[in-house]
């Protein structure tokens, strides 16, 4: 038995690799210990100011708001707790469109490699008598910046365009957009919630007057995320539902403390740690994409090389289904795509948006390399890839 497949194989009862970070991350278990009081003995209502426990809980929400902010360079006022990027999304596009309709402002611009939800919420306002035009990308996954201005008329309210694809991992040119969308006058939404806390963002710079933000994909607990509605200039728009009032009458209801709590310690870590988290899954990055290119040189890398989160992956093994290629590798834990579109047999609509034709969109991985990803797990994951599709070479399949 050669080292080389020997560091392929796992127990029978070890836990796979994780490499897909852009789907979810663990929470940190720094995040954890923050949390966990706010579940037991710190249960106030954190609205209820009337009382000691109600007043301890709106202090730790607001510590918790100005942590976010401070990690995209906005005011803590300026951020709305929602329960995820998915709520925030459609809060921004829906409420911006369903405000501005009336005004005669009745059109969306969008890139047709938008997350899911951002694409469903566009077509819903359809369905309500809206315009969306539909932006391709380049072979590379980038947006165009001359097809953009074009696209953008009179009547357009808002461009959505993500800030880290996260399928293919690629970085647009937000402050680009930024400029163009408030040189013409309409709101610029991003669905950040693959970047925020992994490349640098920030709101002002970058002219984004909506961003969305979910506390899961930067180690914090699923269920919480955020909205960032620019307050000067004012980016109006509706809510979504009615109710009490809460968060500035954009998202009512009761406020979870203890996921906001660690929202809140998450976005602090990861802006602590970012820099050198980046340059550290850079190099496992560079070091992964190399091991597989030396030993199977078909290998093809999706999305531009550079513009990039650091530790993305979007690969493909050109005659290999990557379905096959997962089931012979039990041992590492990676994805086809999208976590919210993996029930889908079909082949991704961003790679199909890239130009893929479906046999090779069919052959991708998406791999995803995080904060506890180590070097010995790179190795063994390579390994395990190389082993696999040459075991199916070998058997002609």
Same mark, same amino acid.
């Given at each position: ?5 020997a560091?392929? @194989?796992r127990?029978p009862n ?14 940190d278990?720094?995040?954890?210990a923050?949390?966990?009081?706010w579940?037991?003995?710190?249960f106030?209502n954190?609205?209820?100011?009337s009382h000691?426990y ?5 202090? *730790? ?7 976010v *902010?401070?990690?995209?360079g *906005? ?13 925030? +999304?459609n809060l921004?596009i829906k409420?911006? *469109?369903?405000l501005?309709?009336?005004l ?5 611009v ?11 919420s566009a077509?819903?306002? =359809?369905?309500e ?16 910046l001359?097809?953009?201005a074009a ?8 461009v959505s ?5 996260n399928?293919i991992?690629v970085? @647009? ?11 013409r006058?309409?709101?610029f939404h ?8 992994k490349?640098?963002i920030?709101v002002?710079?970058m002219?984004?007057d ?6 899961h994909?930067?180690?914090g ?5 955020a909205?960032?509605?620019r307050?000067?200039?004012?980016a109006r728009i509706a ?5 009490g009032?809460? =968060?500035r009458?954009l998202?009512?209801?009761t406020l979870p403390?203890?996921?906001c709590?660690?929202?809140g310690?998450?976005a ?9 988290e ?15 290119v030396?030993?199977?040189?078909e290998v ?12 993305n992956? +979007?690969v493909t ?8 290629l997962m ?9 086809t795509g999208s976590?919210?579109?993996?029930a889908?047999v079909?082949?991704s ?10 046999p090779?969109?069919?052959?991708t ?7 506890y990803?180590?070097?010995s797990?790179v190795e063994?994951a390579?390994?395990a ?9 070998a058997?002609?399949?």
């Open positions: 038995m050669t080292a080389s497949f560091r392929a @194989q127990l070890a836990a796979p690799v994780y490499l897909d970070y852009q789907a979810t991350t663990p929470v278990k720094r995040v954890l923050e949390m966990l009081p579940f037991t003995e710190k106030g954190p609205h209820s100011l000691a109600g007043r301890e809980a709106e202090t *730790a929400v607001e510590q918790a708001r100005q942590e *902010a401070a990690s995209i *906005a005011e803590p006022r300026e951020i709305v707790f929602t329960s995820g990027a998915t709520e925030a +999304n921004a409420g911006a *469109a369903r501005h309709q009336p005669g402002r009745d059109r969306i969008t890139v047709a490699t938008e997350h899911k939800c951002v694409l469903e077509k819903a306002m =359809e369905r008598g809206c315009r969306v035009t539909l932006l391709p990308v380049d072979a590379a996954g980038l947006v165009d001359d097809k953009l696209a953008i008329d009179e009547r357009t309210v808002i365009v993500m800030a880290a694809n399928e991992g970085l @647009q040119p937000l402050a680009e957009i930024g400029a163009l969308c408030r040189e006058g309409v709101l991003s669905d950040a919630a693959q970047a925020v806390g490349v640098p920030d002002e710079a002219n984004i909506l961003l969305s933000i979910s506390a994909k930067l180690y607990p699923k269920g919480v995320g909205l960032y509605v307050r000067r200039p004012r809510p979504l539902f009615d109710g009032g809460q =968060e009458a998202r009512s209801g403390t203890p996921l709590v660690g929202f310690a998450a602090r870590i990861a802006r602590a740690e970012m820099d050198e980046g340059r550290r899954l850079l190099a496992l990055r560079r070091r992964f994409l190399s091991g597989l030396a030993r199977l040189p093809r890398l999706n999305g531009d090389a550079e513009r990039r989160l650091p530790g992956l +979007n093994f050109p005659g290999v289904a990557a379905l096959d089931a012979a590798c039990p041992g590492i834990a990676v994805s976590a919210c579109t993996a889908s079909e082949p609509y961003v790679l199909r948006a890239l130009g893929l034709p479906e090779l969109a069919a052959a991985l998406r791999i995803g390399l995080g904060r990803t180590t070097d797990e063994f390579v390994d890839l190389v082993s696999a599709v040459r075991r199916r070479g058997s002609g399949g």
